[in-house]
């Protein structure tokens, strides 16, 4: 079993930025398919971006594409995301995920929920407008 504990959240205004890590212990995720998912209040949990298990392919919402960046370090056992040009719209939890289905692959990450095996508590990002 894994862990992935979630931080980078926190409070910014509208045009900042935040870099939001996913640490992940018990268990490596070296060799898998790393998602972020956010959460609006009373919305549901959308796919923003995945990585694959190393970092060949990356994929991107379109809501977020050219504003966010995703990457990893496998040596740490961490995925990151960078935030860029915040705005109101991006307020949300956001959420890691692992996929363990298919290790070492670079075929397309699927964006679904359901795909994913363990989730972190996710970090709340607020975007003050």
């Known amino acids: 079993q894994v862990q992935l504990v979630e931080s980078g959240g926190g409070l910014v205004q509208a045009g900042g930025s935040l870099r939001l890590a996913c640490a992940a212990s018990?268990?490596?995720?070296?060799?898998?398919?790393m998602g972020w998912f956010r959460q609006a209040p009373g919305k549901e949990r959308l796919f923003v971006a995945g990585?694959?298990?190393?970092?060949?392919?990356?994929y991107y919402a379109d809501f977020v594409k050219g504003r966010f960046t995703i990457s990893r370090d496998n040596d740490k056992n961490t995925v990151y995301l960078q935030l860029n040009s915040l705005n109101a719209e991006d307020t949300a939890v956001y959420y890691c995920?692992?996929?363990?289905?298919?290790?070492?692959?670079?075929?397309?990450?699927?964006?679904?929920?359901?795909?994913?095996?363990?989730w972190g508590q996710g970090t709340q990002v607020t975007v003050s407008s």
């Open positions: 995920a692992v996929r363990f289905s298919d290790p070492y692959s670079n075929y397309d990450l699927p964006r679904g929920r359901s795909a994913y095996d363990y």
């Open positions: 990585i694959t298990w190393n970092g060949g392919r990356v």
């Open positions: 018990g268990r490596t995720i070296s060799r898998y398919g």
